[in-house]
């Protein structure tokens, strides 16, 4: 019975938030541009830093994708007043982040480096090392 109660509560969840980011939209006949892909050009033409730090907020990694340079760090803190990771592709695994909670991982290999929030799987975000 309680995994039907949280399956309930999870669906109305995720419908919930559906609903809220449908909500503001207006029609048009104009073509659309996805956001994620103007904002991934954007990301992608920035110089890479030498560390950077990802907020953890409204279940969103952001900026959901940074450049930083071989040896580098990001930093991630959640401002959620849930609990949160940070899932590495290939590397570490931070513990559940509460409110104001930080994890830093460093990258000595170029590459991309996805990753994901083990808890709310529709958080996802990358590292890109150069």
Do not use: R
């Amino acid at each position: 019975m309680k995994k039907i109660l949280i399956a309930i509560t999870a669906i109305t969840f995720i419908l919930a938030l559906f609903l809220a980011g449908c909500a503001g939209q207006k029609a048009s006949n104009a073509p659309q541009i996805p956001s994620s892909d103007v904002s991934a050009e954007v990301i992608s033409s920035q110089p890479a830093q030498e560390s950077a730090e990802v907020e953890i907020k409204d279940f969103t990694f952001t900026p959901e994708t940074v450049t930083i340079q071989k040896g580098g760090s990001v930093t991630w803190i959640n401002l959620d007043s849930v609990q949160h990771t940070v899932s590495i592709d290939g590397m570490a695994d931070s513990d559940k982040l509460g409110l104001n909670q930080e994890f830093t991982q460093v990258f000595d290999k170029a590459g991309e480096y996805p990753y994901i929030c083990t808890i709310h799987a529709s958080m996802t975000g990358k590292v890109i090392v150069k």
